[in-house]
């Protein structure tokens, strides 16, 4: 399957450090979004980075993809409290029509 | 910001009951997704729903669900009988596009069968 996977499965910091994490997959993708999920809530769609592009920001994000090494990894700079979260990537095939396939995603906690 | 909105957000059901999730995408949004989530697993696809038909499913979407557009704004997912497995987080989501480019999810609606 194409199944994301993120790693650490959980990171806990200091709110001001940076946070990475990292997302391998398995098959040809389209595009790769990661989402971010509060406890108990809704997914947040945070950014997407499609397979012709390497690098991509949005505010404190940083994403990256490798697809020679099928591997991405999202960084937040600056971390603050309100980041804690639970970060999914997922990904679509290269045919761009199937379903986004989750992860099982990175806990991350920020503390003050 | 257009949002897709679920209702109920939380439901509690007997096992073998019949449960409606109802969920309003985004009004431009031609394609439109379930998705469930069990407690501390991934998120899973279930369907996927464009032009009045559904256009994918998984394997986890057997006869037990059905899903809807019985008019132009709502969008649900049906459970016949429910089980104890199917005690989830489900999530709505829809697109403009059929490649997923920036997926709106709902809140969710945990459901819980007892």
């Known amino acids: 399957s194409q199944q994301g996977e993120e790693d650490p499965q959980a990171l806990s910091i200091q709110e001001g450090e940076n946070a990475t994490m990292n997302c391998s997959y398995k098959t040809s993708i389209n595009n790769l979004q990661w989402y971010r999920q509060n406890s108990g809530r809704g997914l947040v769609h945070l950014i997407l980075i499609r397979s012709n592009e390497r690098e991509k920001h949005s505010g404190r994000l940083r994403v990256t993809l490798d697809t020679s090494k099928k591997s991405s990894s999202l960084l937040i700079t600056a971390s603050r409290a309100a980041d804690t979260a639970s970060y999914f990537c997922a990904t679509v095939s290269f045919s761009g029509n199937t379903p986004l396939v989750f992860g099982k995603g990175t806990r991350l906690s920020v503390i003050a | 910001e257009p949002e897709v909105t679920q209702t109920p957000s939380h439901q509690v059901t007997q096992m073998g009951q019949e449960v409606i999730l109802r969920c309003v995408p985004i009004s431009n949004h031609l394609y439109f997704y379930w998705y469930r989530q069990i407690l501390g697993q991934k998120v899973e696809f279930l369907v996927s729903?464009?032009?009045?038909?559904?256009?994918?499913k998984s394997e986890i979407f057997d006869d037990q669900f059905s899903v809807e557009r019985p008019d132009g704004s709502n969008f649900t997912l049906k459970i016949r009988s429910t089980k104890l497995e199917d005690s989830a987080m489900y999530f709505c989501a829809s697109s403009e596009r059929p490649d997923y480019t920036e997926a709106f999810f709902g809140q969710g609606t945990r459901l819980t069968v007892v």
């Open positions: 729903f464009y032009n009045n038909e559904i256009s994918e």
